[in-house]
Structure formats: structure tokens, C-alpha cells
């Protein structure tokens, strides 16, 4: 069995990289940030598997780039406590369902007050899958 950090993990598929490290230094507090590089999909995948939960954060630049949107694809499928949080999507039939979207105007402050409680709601519903799991193996051995 592999072993989960119980950490968020957010990775931050953002235009301006400054910004990007600035809201990871902002929300290190509940989450492990990452600043997405093109040329990171295998260990982005690795990382997410290796979290119980895990986030992609978008801003209004990259919302409508069709390859980010297929790796979300890709992810949501694979991993059960994956999510996105994309910022100013004029297309957001084009993100898995799941997907959280905000207006392209959104201040930071309630970007990161977002991502705080939405992490906190999925670390509560992957705690109770795997508890349930738990039983239902135990019932069945």
C-alpha cells in the first residue's frame, strides 16, 4: 500500500510566476504548492497520487488551454480526491465537473479562504471513504 501525505498538495498553473510563488508562500500553512512547468505532467501525477487530496489551481491565462484541461481530465478520472479551482474559465463545460470555478476578478484573499475550505471539506470526505473502506473490508475478510 502506498502511503498518502494527508497534505493537500496545490499546484499553481498561473501566467505570472511571481504571483504564483506568492500565493503558494500565502497558503504553505494548510497545503503543499507547487508552480507548474510545462514540462512537469509525470511528476505532477506522481505527486498527486502520493496525497490523499490534491488541487490545480488556474488562473484566467491558462483556463482555456485545451492540454491543462485534458490533464485535469486525466487526473479527476484517476484520482478520487482531485479538484480544480480555475479562475476566469469562459468555458467551463470544458473542465471536469467537479472542477470549482471563480470569477476572473476574484481577489486572492478569498481565492486562498476558497482553496482553505474546500481542502478541508475533501480531507473530511477522504477520511470518511477510507474509514468506511476500512469496514467494509473487515466485514468481508
Known amino acids: 500500500m502506498t502511503p498518502h501525505h494527508s497534505t493537500p498538495t496545490v499546484w499553481a498553473f498561473y501566467s505570472n510566476r511571481n504571483e504564483?510563488?506568492?500565493?503558494?508562500n500565502r497558503i504553505s500553512d494548510f497545503c503543499e504548492g507547487h508552480?507548474?512547468?510545462?514540462?512537469?505532467?509525470?511528476?505532477?501525477?506522481?505527486?498527486?497520487?502520493?496525497?490523499?487530496s490534491s488541487w490545480m489551481l488556474v488562473d484566467k491565462?491558462?483556463?482555456?488551454?485545451?492540454?491543462?484541461?485534458?490533464?485535469?481530465f486525466r487526473?479527476?478520472?484517476?484520482?478520487?480526491?482531485?479538484?480544480?479551482?480555475?479562475?476566469?474559465?469562459?468555458?467551463?463545460d470544458k473542465w471536469p465537473e467537479t472542477a470549482i470555478h471563480l470569477d476572473k476578478n476574484t481577489l486572492s484573499t478569498s481565492i486562498i479562504d476558497?482553496?482553505?475550505?474546500?481542502?478541508h471539506v475533501?480531507?473530511?470526505?477522504?477520511?470518511?471513504?477510507?474509514?468506511?473502506?476500512?469496514?467494509?473490508?473487515?466485514?468481508?475478510?
Request: aromatic share 6%.
Open 20 to 24: 504564483a510563488e506568492n500565493l503558494i
Open 35 to 52: 508552480v507548474w512547468d510545462a514540462d512537469e505532467s509525470v511528476t505532477f501525477l506522481q505527486d498527486i497520487d502520493a496525497h490523499r
Open 61 to 72: 491565462k491558462h483556463a482555456d488551454d485545451s492540454k491543462i484541461q485534458a490533464l485535469a
Open 75 to 92: 487526473a479527476t478520472e484517476q484520482y478520487e480526491f482531485f479538484r480544480c479551482l480555475i479562475i476566469g474559465s469562459e468555458t467551463p
Open 114 to 119: 476558497r482553496l482553505r475550505n474546500e481542502s
Open 122 to 141: 475533501l480531507r473530511i470526505a477522504s477520511s470518511r471513504v477510507r474509514h468506511m473502506r476500512r469496514l467494509q473490508n473487515r466485514q468481508s475478510s
